[in-house]
């Protein structure tokens, strides 16, 4: 794996060691023990998810992705609701979360264009059994997770079904904006907590794929917002979970999560690749270079030894653990940035020739 110095990073090396030790029959387990997989933690449809979205169009890694993608079926029900949680065996009703369906859903979505036919039906089928459900979401994370599914599924060739219910999304996430916002609070909502980069970015997606000149305006305000309250000291310094970010208090340094520097890189690349402008590109790798040490402590979070990412960015260091999370959240931030960067040097190739 690449380390980084404080600037560009020309080629990205991909370590599925540890994501392949995480993965049984059954899926992606959900905590491990330093780096020792813990079977007995369970299994959950956010890790599967996110972990699917990773493999889906990796040919070299099918078998991964198929795991992931059976885990999902799994899960599902007949009429189409999904259960976070399997353990011993057991699906447990009582952790789901509309966050993790819309997680589900974004995999579905992404993953509907596998190169592999059986991911790509399979995907299709569990997204059009689900997809009817987003209008019960009160979740904002799920409204969001769940408009850039639709944003991310063939917007080409929606039905008007999906463009009469992608454009109710978003009108709920403008409306929760328009409520909560203030001249130095371009926010959704009264606090910054997880995984913040899904709000601005499904309004962005959805702006490219309608042209709404209001949606823009309030994804670009909104993330401009977020960019300046996580970067910090020339480095990405994640809104702490001990106590969150709460409107006009201040914002707590630890524990920063791995999943985090994931979410800003996808709506900065997402701004980056709708506007065009390159300090969303530059904003992008500086949260990137979090996982290999420029953050508050000056720590990798990436572990060379065994392949995996630490949990969390803690207030004595990091959390040694390695758990589906992280390292999911690491090798997808891999992948998105290795795409830009290759686009970086075809382009710069060009302008030489």
Known sequence: MITTSGRKTKSIMHDYRHLIRMTDN?????????????????YTLDDNARALMLTA?????????????????????????????????????????????????????????????????LCHDMFKRNIPRVLSFTSPRAIAYSLLA??????????????????????????????????????????????????????????????NRQVLAIGKDSLNFLSEVLF?????DI????????????IPIFDQQPVDAASIISVLLEAYELLGNREYLDLAQTAYEWYHGRN???????????????????????????????VVSLLLSDLMMEEYLVQEEIGQTLEQA
């Not at 601005?200 to 794929?209: D, I, S």
């Not at 910090?232 to 990405?236: A, I, Q, V, W």
């Not at 000056?298 to 969390?312: K, Q, R, S």
Request: glycine share 12%; with cysteine; proline share 3%.
């Open 26 to 42: 059954n899926g992606m387990m959900q905590f491990s023990h330093l780096g020792v997989p813990d079977a007995g933690s369970g």
């Open 57 to 121: 169009d990796n040919e070299h890694i099918q078998e991964l992705a198929a795991a992931y993608a059976a885990y999902l079926f799994q899960a599902q029900d007949k009429n189409g609701g999904w259960c976070n949680l399997l353990s011993n065996g057991v699906y447990y009703s009582t952790y789901d979360s509309e966050d993790s369906i819309g997680r589900a859903l974004l995999a579905c979505a992404v993953s509907s264009a596998s190169c592999v036919e059986g991911i790509r039906e």
């Open 150 to 211: 639709l944003c991310k599924y063939q917007p080409e060739a929606w039905p008007p079904y999906y463009q009469t219910l992608a454009g109710q999304l978003s009108g709920e996430l403008i409306e929760l904006y328009q409520l909560k916002h203030s001249q130095r609070w371009y926010w959704f909502e009264d606090y910054l907590t997880y995984c913040n980069g899904i709000l601005p970015q499904a309004l962005l997606a959805f702006a490219g794929v309608s042209d």
């Open 232 to 236: 910090r000291n020339e480095h990405l």
């Open 239 to 250: 809104v702490g979970n001990c106590g969150w970010y709460q409107r006009g208090g201040k």
């Open 296 to 326: 508050h402590h000056g720590l990798p979070l990436y572990n060379e030894v065994t392949g995996g990412c630490f949990d969390a960015l803690t207030e004595e260091g990091v959390n040694l653990n390695q758990g589906a999370e992280a």
